[in-house]
């Protein structure tokens, strides 16, 4: 088997170890709940044949081994269960985790691939001017601004946002709230606060992870060797640096990207933008634990699977395993 | 490598603490000064915050939402509360709480990683991939997830941000004291029959200091923002405690009139964290000897 098959293979086998521990920890959440924990969601005027029966429907009188394989069993299909919102309700009434969960995610998944449509090739370009330009004027500007939009909290530049370009200079709409009907074009317009918030805070972590990886890059031996023999600029770039590069931007927009994962859940509250964010925040508010186990399972998958693609990227790019020798 | 520039900076001869420090901080850069100033003011204001308040922490001291006077300089919140007392003695919460959690998450990973490092084998092994396990899920879902089961309050708010923030802590000293624990007088400690504890904090400590404090600063302001963030949902600090991150999403409703009054709290948890990452940015440049990449 050639080693960059076998390498990675190893590392899609190590991501699938990973999801099924995740799914155990996220699975094991429910077993740590207080003993009191039926009678917080009923409600104080829970009667003892309802705590039963809602016992019964979350399933706590079965061993744990069983519910686990019940549970992912379902997970795999799409079925997360039932919703506590609904528990104690008569049958048939339940509301299921997926009827939630679904359309929020189309939602939070148009918002993150609008935000990574424009992030990505913007933080690229910026980040390998200022690896070009290196020490500029222009280079310790963009440092300085990237360093403290890096460092401020989502909400602060969400807000600012929105006091000058939604409320002061009515511009934009200031609230994102979106329903399936809503035309695509007016989708994006109500979209435009939240994803510029989004953006401003990707661009400043990829555009400065760009520049270190990028100077990293050309400071290299070889690289200093191509120039040296004469190369043209545009040969000594595509020929020998940027081979070695694909690993390095890839893995800072894989990063980013699970980044921009944790990121959503602010911004979606600020912009009352209706997504997974939000839905997992008010989940955890109300402790409807199936709904927050279903989020937070969602939001772990997404997060591994681009850090296993940037891994799988980086190995299946990387000349010293393509030729071996 | 860090070790040798951590014991260069140490070995000199000790010409009055004071004294090196002063020379020091007259060769640091602005953008330093300027952080270490705005730091030694928030830690002042948090300090004296019943001394400066005009009024009290939950103190209802007029209508809802008034606007700048000079009875009240910055208005009042969704409560009549004046909003000056509450961002000062806010200093004193927010930033308490994060430096206890912070705290305690290097207090937790340093050790576990200077013992996996000393002890090795499968201690070593387990925590790693525990660790590994813990990090593969986005630390604030996952307090979103360990909040939910165990409810909100501060007691709950600290101890899982600091388990969860001390995988990054236990990744750095392992690593780091992974150089240290391989050194002679480490050894000699041993066989001496010196106990690991004593060990850990009395040889090895000493060594993998440098490191942790910059890291320290950059944890700190990790825990600091996501405490925040969770309070900004409503999931952290709890009302009536005054706390930034909660009165951002107490005032909000102002933003929509065109008030900049919810973004003093943001803006003082900006600030903040800016003026740390500042003096953080400046001594890792001192301590890791880069000059500049050129």
Not at chain 1, 171 to 184: G, K, M, R
């Amino acid at each position: 088997m050639p080693p960059v098959l076998r390498t990675v293979l190893q590392r899609l086998g190590l991501g699938l170890v990973t999801l099924w521990v995740v799914s155990i920890i996220i699975f094991a959440t429910i077993e740590m709940l207080p003993g009191d924990f039926a009678k917080a969601i009923l409600g104080q005027s829970a009667t003892p044949e309802t705590v039963a029966a809602f016992q019964r429907q979350v399933g706590l009188d079965r061993p744990p081994v069983e519910r686990y394989a019940v549970w992912l069993l379902g997970v795999l299909q799409g079925d997360f269960g039932n919703s506590f919102s609904s528990a104690g309700s008569l049958a048939g009434h339940e509301r299921t985790v997926s009827s939630l969960v679904t359309p929020r995610l189309k939602n939070t998944l148009f918002l993150a691939g609008m935000v990574a449509a424009i992030a990505v090739p913007l933080s690229l370009a910026l980040g390998l001017l200022a690896a070009l330009y290196r020490n500029s004027i222009y280079d310790r500007i963009v440092n300085l601004t990237t360093l403290t939009s890096i460092s401020v909290p989502e909400f602060f530049v969400a807000y600012i946002l929105m006091l000058f370009l939604a409320v002061r200079l009515p511009w934009f709409y200031s609230l994102a709230n979106v329903d399936a009907d809503t035309p695509f074009l007016e989708r994006v317009a109500r979209c435009a606060l939240p994803a510029m918030t989004l953006v401003l805070v990707i661009v400043a972590h990829m555009m400065r992870m760009t520049r270190a990886a990028v100077i990293n890059l050309l400071a290299s031996p070889y690289v200093e060797m191509a120039r040296l023999k004469g190369l043209p600029p545009w040969r000594v770039i595509l020929r020998h640096a940027l081979p070695n590069a694909w690993a390095p931007i890839v893995t800072v927009i894989a990063l980013n990207l699970a980044y921009l994962i944790v990121g959503v859940v602010v911004v979606e509250v600020v912009f009352v933008y209706p997504g997974i964010g939000q839905l997992m925040v008010d989940s955890v508010a109300s402790r409807d634990i199936p709904v927050v186990q279903a989020c937070a399972l969602i939001f772990a998958v997404a997060y591994i699977l681009l850090n296993l693609i940037a891994d799988v990227v980086s190995i299946a790019t990387n000349p010293r395993l393509l030729h071996p020798r | 490598m860090t070790l040798q520039t951590a014991d260069a900076q140490i070995a000199p001869p000790r010409a009055g603490l004071a004294k090196r420090a002063l020379r020091e901080l007259r060769r640091a850069p602005p953008s330093a000064l300027l952080g270490l100033a705005i730091l030694l003011a928030y830690v002042f204001v948090a300090i004296f915050a019943p001394l400066i308040a005009p009024y009290g922490e939950s103190e209802i001291v007029g209508s809802q939402y008034e606007v700048w006077s000079e009875k009240h300089l910055f208005g009042t919140d969704q409560l009549g509360r004046d909003m000056l007392s509450r961002l000062i003695y806010g200093a004193q919460n927010t930033i308490g709480i994060a430096i206890a959690t912070t705290l305690l998450s290097f207090f937790i990973g340093g050790s576990l990683g200077m013992l996996a490092s000393l002890v090795g084998g499968w201690i070593d092994q387990l925590a790693g991939r525990l660790v590994d396990v813990l990090m593969a899920i986005p630390q604030l879902v996952f307090a979103l997830v360990l909040l939910s089961i165990f409810g909100t309050s501060i007691f709950n708010l600290i101890l899982i941000i600091a388990v969860l923030d001390s995988t990054r802590v236990f990744r750095l000293s392992r690593a780091v004291s992974m150089n240290v624990v391989v050194m002679d007088f480490v050894e000699a400690a041993r066989l001496q029959g010196e106990r690991i504890p004593w060990i850990m904090a009395r040889e090895i400590l000493p060594n993998i200091l440098p490191p942790l404090v910059a890291e320290f600063g950059l944890r700190f302001c990790f825990v600091f923002l996501t405490i925040s963030a969770l309070s900004f949902l409503g999931l952290g600090i709890q009302p009536p405690t005054a706390d930034w991150g909660s009165m951002v999403r107490e005032n909000a409703t102002l933003i929509s009139y065109g008030d900049v009054t919810p973004l003093l709290p943001a803006g003082a948890i900006a600030l903040l964290t800016v003026a740390v990452n500042f003096v953080v940015d400046w001594f890792l440049h001192k301590t890791s000897g880069l000059k500049d990449e050129r």
